[in-house]
Antibody, heavy 113, light 107 residues
Framework: EVQLVESGGGVVQPGGSLRLSCAAS????????MSWARQAPGKGLEWVAL????????YYVDSVKGRFAISRDNAKNSLSLQMDSLRVDDTAVYYC??????WGQGTLVTVSS | EIEMTQSPATLSVSPGERATLSCGAS??????LAWYQQRPGRAPRLLLY???TRAKGIPARFSGSGSGTEFTLTISSLQSEDFAVHYC?????????FGQGTKVEIK
């Protein structure tokens, strides 16, 4: 069974940083593109960042370019999202996603003063 | 960026009836179109990918059609668990983009 477990969410002030992690199990992690997506409270879904199997290609939505960095450790079956210069509009539940299909349960990030 | 537009915003349907949801893309996305269902407080669940292929464990009452810029999700006989928000998403071009969602509610 595919399992994706996010951690690292919390409350941070505008301009601050957080690092999200995703522990993957139940599949061969190194074989899959992995992503982070988010959903602001009461709003729709947004695909935030995407990373290739070997980490050689990374893509970001314009609103987070230069502030967020996606990375992976295939030896540890883990995915990360380093979030810097956080803004109030980054407040959302952040999901770890395998391909288009499997989503974790999410971790809430709240950016507030 | 490809814009995805879903209609209607809200669909009121009685249990056991058919529901038809529409999704349009501002550019050709071929068949790189997924449908998700999201219940309150839960993560999205993949229903269909490749416009018409059901994901693992998804009942046959869910079907999808279309290619290019026009797509449809049909739920043939609504069950209580299907009353939720449904999103379409294109994955043909980065950034992957979602529609704004269609809420299927009990009539």
């Amino acid at each position: 069974e595919v399992q994706l477990v996010e951690s690292g969410g919390g409350v941070v002030q505008p301009g601050g940083s957080l690092r999200l992690s995703c522990a993957a199990s139940g599949f061969t992690f190194r074989n899959y593109w992995m992503s982070w997506a988010r959903q602001a409270p009461g709003k729709g879904l947004e695909w935030v960042a995407l990373i290739k199997q070997d980490g050689s290609q990374k893509y970001y939505v314009d609103s987070v370019k230069g502030r967020f960095a996606i990375s992976r450790d295939n030896a540890k079956n883990s995915l990360s999202l380093q979030m810097d210069s956080l803004r109030v509009d980054d407040t959302a539940v952040y999901y770890c996603v395998r391909g288009p299909g499997d989503w974790g349960q999410g971790t809430l990030v709240t950016v507030s003063s | 960026e490809i814009e995805m537009t879903q209609s209607p915003a809200t669909l009121s349907v009685s249990p056991g009836e058919r529901a038809t949801l529409s999704c349009g893309a501002s550019q050709n996305v071929s068949d790189k179109l997924a449908w998700y269902q999201q219940r309150p407080g839960r993560a999205p669940r993949l229903l269909l990918y490749g416009a018409s292929t059901r994901a693992k464990g998804i009942p046959a009452r869910f079907s999808g059609s279309g290619s290019g810029t026009e797509f449809t999700l049909t739920i043939s006989s609504l069950q209580s668990e299907d009353f939720a928000v449904h999103y379409c998403q294109q994955y043909n071009n980065w950034p992957y983009t979602f529609g704004q969602g269609t809420k299927v509610e009990i009539k």
